[in-house]
């Protein structure tokens, strides 16, 4: 580990201790929002027709599991709970390898019920995992579907412990390569209402409290005759959020064609019994083009913004969500960041399939200092085996090489 001043380290802990200072917020706001809007048009003329999740930080652990569970149909014998009713109850294991937080197993239990006969199935899953860095969460997971799907009542519960490596804020952090090991542990509670504008557009609200205690290992830093001992910082956050969902596409699973389009607008505050008033702005598009018949062409463009006094766990943490792959979360983390990637994906045998990708993206804090030297790029490719030929649902295994190393990744479904 390189050295590094008394200084410099004092002034990075001293940052996350309180919280990330507040800058230029309206401009920057309007800036990502423009700048993503231009991306989401390129996108739609470049690939020649029509074309994220539900805020990915509780629709992707939902993904994950109903996906595991259909991929489960063909090698467990799933019984309904009575004949003729589409209720059914399943336990699952769900393998971990990500380069946050290691590698690991995690459970579920899902239970699917209709709550009416014109809607899609309603589930309740309760689930957790553990991996050999000593990360673990536990949570539940609700998601009811009501009046033939014209209302969706979600919500999503969770408590954990997450260890990672930190670099400090900002591009020039992550490249200087000295990172403090930080732990974060706190509870998660988000419940959200949408419903049906139009066709598959839906809007809503949201309601997202975190209290999160962030402890610093400084052990290596003594190395360096650093004496420096901050104590536990806990942050309370509390918030309103607004929604908008568009789902075009054919498979939420292993997509072939069409869009799919997630925004959301944060607003925490003091009013509401948080800690500190500041704003989350994060929008995410996909698109899948059909090739041929079994090549399909997907591209992914993500932009996120903080503005105001944001505690550090909500700072954006660049290559979480595999945005992108090939970097651990904690490395490049800053107010703001964007990643766009396109990814090739070819079914050349039977079940077996392959993936190509590349992408480039950034943090900065604020969107006018963005710059060419600071960009982080990525680039792999992956292997697919298709356990659920009905739902299309893969098993995956990639590799990614980003700016400072690379990374295996494990999971089921699709990146994005």
Known sequence: MEDVSREEIGGTLLGMGRHFPSSGGVRGIFLIWFSVGAAILFSWTFLFEEGWAIEQEAESADREVRALREALRDVIKIVPLAEESKSDFVIMPIPIANPTIGAGLGAAAMFLYPVDSRSPVSSTTVGGFYTNNDSWAAGVNQKTFLAGDQFRLNGLFGYGNINLDFYGIGADAGNRGTSIPITEKGVFLMPEMLTRVWDRLYGGLRYRFIQMETRFDLSQLLQNNI?????????????????????????????????????SATFAAKAFGGDSDYQLYQIAYNYYYRLADRMVLAYRAFGKLAAGDVPLFDLSFFGVHNDLRGYPGGRYVDKMMFATQVEYRWNFWKRWGMVAFAGVGEVAPKLDELNTRDLLPSAGAGLRFMVSEKNRVNISVDYARGKEGDAVYFYIGESF
Request: proline share 11%.
């Open 227 to 263: 004496n420096f001992e901050p104590t536990p910082v806990t942050v309370k956050s509390s918030g309103i959020g607004l929604l908008i969902n568009y789902d075009s596409r054919d498979n939420p699973y292993n997509p072939y064609k069409g869009t799919f389009l997630d925004a």
